[in-house]
Structures are given as C-alpha cells and as structure tokens.
C-alpha cells in the first residue's frame, strides 16, 4: 500500500486473528465480532493484509479470482454504514449468479443488494499511467448489475477497517444479459431504478458512483496494483452502488434498471444451495 494511515500497523499475529474469525463466521454461518478490536478501525495496510490472507485461502482451496469490487463509492451507502472512502475486494468464481438466477438468501450472510453497473475488461491495467483515457480504452463492455453485499460481522457493526479486511464486504453479484461499449452508452449518465415486491426501493445515477464510474475504475486500477493484484484482461469489475443498498431475505425478487443497459433480476430463496 501506499497510502499512509498515520497509525501503527497490526502485528501479524493480530492480523492472523482477524483472518481467522472471518474465515470461521464464514464456515459456520454465524456472524462473528468486528475485528477492529485486532487491527484498529482505520489501519488500511492491516485491513488488506487481512484480506489478502483470507483471499490466499481461497485460493488454496480451488477458488479463481474472476475480478474486483468497488465499494462505498456512494454516498448514500457511505452515510449507511458510516465511512466516507472507497474500498475493493476481490471477486470469486462461485459469486457469479445469471440473470433471473435463484440465489439461496442463506449463501451470502446478512444479505443486502444494491445496483450497479459492472465493466467487463478487454486490456489488463497493469502498467503505465491508469488514467479515464487507459481505462476506458481497456473496458471490452458494460452491463447492469446487482451485487449482493454480504458481512461476515454481526448486525453490519462495521469500521472501514473491518469492512476492508471482510473482503469489502462481498458475497455474490449477477450480471445482466445486455452487452453495451462505451460507444454505446455513457456510464456517468445512467439512470437506474431498483425495485423490490413491486416497490421501488433504491434511485440513483452513475454520477453518484465517485462522480463517474469510469473514475471509480481509475482509482481501482490504481489502487489494486498499489497492492500487487493489477486488474486484467477478462475479469468482471463491479464499479460501485447507484444508490442506497436493501436488506433482502428468502421470498424477495429485486429487479433494477439502468438506462441503458436494461435490466437485471436476483430471486431469493431458502435453503443455502
């Protein structure tokens, strides 16, 4: 990392804690304390060592790494939770869901939705300057997307920290089915309505993604090769909340819009496969 936090940096025994209550609310479906308690609330070179860990086991358990999160690029959701920066995670292969998908309300802990558009890339953005130009020039498509923000952290009781070392608070995302370039449609102009049992329950625009979504992929690009995992070509970057996320549980239906870029649609249900 580059940015400096002004604060001591957790030891590693205090950042091995951290990964390892994660890694057991994740297994046992029981929310665990925040972990703050072990790394501080704001320390980010902590919070993403703690991420980086829990990703190295993943990886070490099959998993592929098929892309980024942004987070807390919307105000709204920042006011929510109480922060006021991005941060990113990193996207799984078994989070991917399709379009109108039934998604067991159980796989993902404390479920909450919000709509988004997601750039599927067609260049890396590992070197050189990252700048608009870089990164629109190495998005292949955009489509509308819903993530499923997830926290492994009882009752959302979220720092910045503990959100940045519980993966950005990730846990499953669909993709829609439209395909749209650049040429085709302007991110920052987006219009999107998100509905949930014939009520509309979330409004926003691609400017309340950091102002732009393309500068939201600016400073991901930026920022994930600060942290050595440079984005590449073909994987999925979810670029941020439109608007205010929703709680969901078994029974829902959420359908949001983009102008666009259509429609997409998460049908929740019991169970947890």
Do not use: H
């Amino acid at each position: 990392m580059t940015e400096s936090t002004g604060l001591a940096t957790a030891s590693q025994s205090a950042i091995a804690a951290a990964a390892e209550r994660l890694a057991a609310a994740s297994a046992s479906g029981v929310p665990c304390a925040p972990v703050r308690d072990l790394i501080g609330p704001d320390d980010l070179t902590a919070a993403y060592a703690v991420q980086a860990e829990l990703t190295r086991r993943r990886l070490a358990a099959g998993a592929r790494i098929v892309g980024r999160k942004i987070g807390l690029t919307s105000e709204a959701v920042q006011r929510q939770l109480g922060v006021d920066r991005p941060d990113l995670g990193v996207l799984f292969d078994d989070m991917a869901y399709a379009d109108g998908d039934a998604i067991p309300a159980a796989r993902v802990l404390q479920p909450r939705v919000e709509a988004e558009i997601a750039f599927v890339l067609r260049a890396d953005l590992a070197d050189g300057p990252l700048d608009a130009a870089r990164v629109r020039d190495a998005i292949g498509y955009g489509v509308a997307a819903l993530e499923i923000c997830g926290s492994r952290i009882a009752g959302w009781d979220i720092s910045f920290g503990d959100t940045v070392a519980d993966n950005a608070s990730s846990g499953a995302y669909v993709l829609g089915r439209e395909r749209r370039t650049l040429e085709e449609f302007e991110p920052v102009d987006v219009v999107m309505s998100m509905r949930a049992g014939g009520e509309e329950v979330s409004t926003g625009t691609g400017a309340a993604c950091l102002g732009d979504p393309i500068e939201a992929v600016v400073w991901l690009a930026r920022t994930a090769r600060d942290l050595g995992l440079p984005l590449r070509a073909g994987q999925v970057v979810l670029s941020g909340a439109l608007g205010p996320m929703r709680p969901v549980a078994a029974g829902d239906t959420v359908t949001a819009t983009l102008s666009g870029l259509g429609a997409v649609t998460a049908r929740f249900t019991g169970g947890t496969s």
